[in-house]
């Protein structure tokens, strides 16, 4: 017996390059940086400089579930934890070299340390926590897809959202600040981060639909998870 073609789809690899390069946009800049601003009855804010746009690696991973299902997305996970791997060893490479004798290089020197001289615990945070809450959140939206038979695609996007956003954000605050940031600043970045992405899910939802609904029909597809194997150590689809 002739084994079957693989298919070729139309948008598949753009679609895995974007969430690669959000990813490390948004693990590269501004992860470790606290910001915090002033909100009507809120008061003050604190947050994570990268939470307006880490949250749309979680609307890829969603897209990427529902359309090609959970082993192609499965492979885009795996993709991006090695592009994070290998930013992460590049960084280190790149702050660790010695830098040329002269005085305008030995302050570039220090904007280089500040910028990419991340701590072992915040790589080690980011990469743990995405790949953890990536996970998570493909696993529930496949589960959930099959369990509502392909209904209520709002109520699977933010429920699949709020597990991989619970473990993301809880494993990578905990495993990179704890007992550097003050307990309560922890709890505050975290609650704000957390609602903040839920939210951002919530009001993104129309395009994210849209979106669906345009590969679905473009790729002649609307994968159902019946007979997967959910092991994340693998890369067959």
């Known amino acids: 017996m002739n084994k079957a073609e693989p298919r070729n789809f139309k948008y598949y690899d753009l679609i ?22 002033d909100l009507p009855l809120l008061g003050t804010v604190t947050f ?25 997305d499965r492979r885009v996970v795996w993709a991006g934890f090695g592009a994070l791997a290998f930013a992460a060893f590049m960084a280190f490479v790149i702050v660790n070299l010695p830098p040329a004798r002269n005085a305008f290089m030995d302050g570039y020197q220090q904007h280089v340390e500040a910028m990419f001289g991340n701590t072992w615990r915040v790589v080690a945070a980011s990469m743990i926590a995405f790949a953890a809450g990536s996970f998570a ?4 939206m496949a589960k959930m897809k099959v369990a509502t038979a392909g209904r209520f695609l709002w109520a699977r996007i933010v429920g699949s959202t709020a597990v991989g956003q619970l473990l993301d954000t809880g494993l990578f605050l905990t ?6 940031w003050p307990q309560e600043q922890l709890l ?11 939210i951002w899910e919530a009001v993104l939802y129309p395009v994210t639909a849209r979106f669906v609904a345009f590969l679905k029909k473009a790729e002649g597809l609307d994968h159902y998870d019946r007979d997967t194997n959910f092991n994340p150590f693998t890369l067959k689809v």
């Open 137 to 140: 959140n493909s696993f529930v």
């Open 16 to 37: 895995m390059a974007a969430c690669v390069c959000v990813l490390l946009c948004a693990n590269l800049i501004g992860p470790a940086k606290a910001a915090q601003v």
């Open 175 to 180: 495993i990179a600040f704890w007992g550097i």
């Open 188 to 198: 505050a970045v975290f609650v704000a981060q957390y609602f903040f992405k839920l």
């Open 48 to 72: 994570g400089a990268d939470l307006f746009f880490f949250p749309i690696s979680y609307i890829f991973g969603d897209v990427l579930t529902e359309v090609y299902g959970y082993g192609r």
